[in-house]
């Protein structure tokens, strides 16, 4: 079983920045790919950022051109860098993982950590 922890939420006003860290129990090289979800009451989970093995990378609509997703193989961790944040950011990240070893994305994540919390103010 792969253990995600996620670290780095917090308050921040809006125009700030923040950098999410998921800490992996195995090597990030493991899992073809890694995504961020953001899950905000009444809306739902909404996936805003995915890395794949070969360092591609997709974003959310809502997010594009602010935030950046990264993976550091050596220490087994993933980011999610934040900029310009609003308050419609504000929401409990996730991280999520494939399935160790799996050579393909299967976008259903079977991983997944606790959600660290981030709250942006007007």
């Known amino acids: 079983q792969v253990q995600l922890v996620e670290s780095g939420g917090g308050s921040v006003q809006a125009g700030g920045s923040l950098r999410l860290s998921c800490t992996a129990s195995?090597?990030?090289?493991?899992?073809?790919?890694m995504a961020w979800f953001r899950q905000v009451p009444r809306k739902g989970r909404e996936e805003i950022a995915r890395?794949?093995?070969?360092?591609?990378?997709t974003y959310g609509e809502s997010v594009k051109g602010r935030f950046t997703i990264s993976r550091d193989s050596a220490k087994n961790t993933l980011y999610l860098q934040m900029a310009n944040l609003k308050p419609d950011d504000t929401g409990t990240y996730y991280c999520?993982?494939?399935?160790?070893?799996?050579?393909?994305?299967?976008?259903?994540?079977?991983?997944r950590g606790q959600g660290t919390q981030v709250t942006v103010s007007s």
């Open positions: 890395i794949e093995k070969n360092g591609y990378t």
């Open positions: 195995i090597s990030t090289d493991e899992m073809y790919c």
């Open positions: 999520a993982a494939e399935e160790p070893r799996r050579t393909y994305c299967s976008y259903n994540y079977p991983h």
